[in-house]
């Protein structure tokens, strides 16, 4: 690639990052709380460096953070979080602290978007890096609902057709699409109606993810739910 080339990419990178809000409709006010996201973030990561420079034997740092316990109020417990810290280990520290019933399956979830949407976290997820830290968004400890709700599929060979809202992590908004779980794999359809195709077989004009590389959230997004009621 020679260097007239170079520039000319150079220059419509450069257009694309001015014009940014009007190419891909962001209003200010996103743009705002996407930068104030970005800024606490590099704080995150800057004290996070100099904490390792002042302990070099900490390979992580850590970091105070508030876990809510089976809902959320204004008593959050408080413990130091290090980068490598699992969500397992962290969710059996609390339980320990709190003194919760060991008959119970506890679990950590990440709350976003206000409570539209949660998930429970793997037990061999960091913390730190997994997380989304985002306004509106928390962690709680909490009963493992969902492990309750799927334990009878366990093992089987269902094949399960509907709807997901789906977003890719680079984009903001997400897209309601027909979907298809099969063989541990989610197949999102070009075209309405080849669905039963996706069921039937394993070719079809669809695209496939494995299960196990995906995040999966309970709920609706908030702008969905928010058109959903018509206000």
């Known amino acids: 690639m020679d260097d007239a080339s170079i520039n000319q990419e150079f220059s419509i990178v450069g257009d694309m990052i001015k014009y940014y809000q009007w190419l891909f409709d962001v209003d200010d006010e996103e743009v705002q709380k996407d930068r104030k996201i970005k800024d606490a973030t590099q704080k995150i990561r800057e004290l996070n460096e100099l904490k390792v420079r002042k302990n070099p ?4 740092g850590e970091f105070t953070l508030d876990i809510y316990v089976k809902e959320k109020n204004d008593n959050p417990c408080r ?19 709190m003194r919760l019933s060991h008959d119970t399956d506890w679990v950590l ?46 093992g089987s060979s269902l094949s399960i057709e509907g709807t997901l809202h789906i977003r890719d992590p680079k984009s903001k908004s997400w897209k309601q699409s027909l979907v298809c779980l099969k063989n541990g794999y989610m197949s999102v359809n070009k075209e309405r109606g080849s669905i039963l195709r996706a069921i039937k077989s ?24 928010y058109q959903r009621t018509g206000h």
């Open 57 to 60: 034997n900490n390979s992580g």
């Open 79 to 97: 413990p130091k979080v290090s980068s490598e810290m699992t969500a397992g280990r962290l969710c059996a520290e609390i339980v320990s602290q």
């Open 109 to 154: 979830f990440e709350v976003i978007d206000n409570g539209a949407m949660e998930r429970a976290f793997q037990v061999r997820e960091k913390v730190m890096t997994a997380a989304n830290w985002g306004s509106g968004n928390y962690l709680i400890v909490k009963e493992n609902y969902i492990a309750e709700q799927i334990a009878p599929h366990v």
């Open 202 to 225: 394993d070719k079809s004009d669809s695209e496939q993810w494995p299960l196990h590389k995906l995040t999966l959230y309970v709920g609706i997004p908030a702008e969905k739910s």
